[in-house]
């Protein structure tokens, strides 16, 4: 069975600090999919990154960048002198490969919720 | 990204009706959707994956009658609720995947069941 642990429920920062989303995974699958994902207040999801299981090469986007780790199951998302726009919560997900090739349906983390404090 | 819609995005019922929720993929076809139920201050979970022109494909725990899905084309999902109940209300939201494999969610549907 697949699970996705985030373990801090809620960070609180002042604006321009940096800050770091933990996210580790369980699955047996050796195809897997993770992903971010930023739920403002507004409750709308919005997609920030995917990784498959093969490419653990790091991401930056921005102020935003991912380090993906297989050795310790971890899929940190880091933002850069955060903003107050930032605020919300952070969802990390999994999904695995079905032996169909399709999609499956997303095992998502508990959250983070993220304050920025101007 | 691609874009996905949800109709209504917030609906107040009273105990015992029914309530249908659309799931439109604007800009692609979906031969899966997934639906999803997010209780307040809690993470999504997983109630189904609804596959175009067969059956839906419940997660454990989910009543697959009370909640009835049809998939009935490639850019259209349903969740019906049906009989809802004061503890069915939650945020209701759904996802499709265009290649490759990023889920795209829906704005979420509201429901509060008085």
């Known amino acids: 069975a697949q699970k996705v642990t985030q373990a801090q429920t809620e960070i609180s920062v002042v604006e321009k600090e940096d800050v770091t989303l933990d996210c580790v995974y369980e699955t047996r699958d050796t195809t897997y999919y993770l992903f971010w994902y930023k739920q403002p207040p507004s409750g709308e999801l919005v997609f920030l990154i995917r990784?498959?299981?093969?490419?653990?090469q790091n991401e930056i986007s921005g102020r935003y960048s991912w380090n993906f780790q297989k050795s310790t199951s971890s899929f940190n998302f880091t933002i850069t002198a955060s903003q107050v726009v930032d605020s919300a919560v952070y969802f990390c997900?999994?999904?695995?490969?079905?032996?169909?090739?399709?999609?499956?349906?997303?095992?998502f983390g508990k959250g983070t919720h993220l304050i920025i404090q101007p | 990204g691609a874009v996905v819609s949800q109709h209504p995005s917030r609906v107040i019922c009273k105990s015992g009706t029914s309530v249908k929720i659309e799931c439109r993929s604007l800009d692609f076809q979906a031969t899966t959707m997934f639906w999803y139920r997010q209780f307040p201050k809690q993470s999504l979970m997983l109630m189904a994956t609804s596959n175009e022109g067969s059956k839906a494909t419940y997660e454990q725990g989910v009543e697959k009658d009370k909640f009835l899905i049809n998939h009935a084309s490639l850019t259209l999902s349903t969740l019906t609720v049906t009989s809802a109940h004061p503890e069915d209300s939650s945020f209701y939201i759904c996802?499709?995947?265009?290649?490759?494999?990023?889920?795209?969610f829906g704005p979420g549907t509201r429901l509060t069941v008085l």
């Open positions: 996802s499709a995947s265009p290649p490759p494999r990023t889920q795209y």
């Open positions: 997900a999994l999904s695995e490969e079905l032996s169909g090739g399709g999609a499956d349906g997303l095992t």
């Open positions: 990784r498959n299981s093969f490419d653990e």
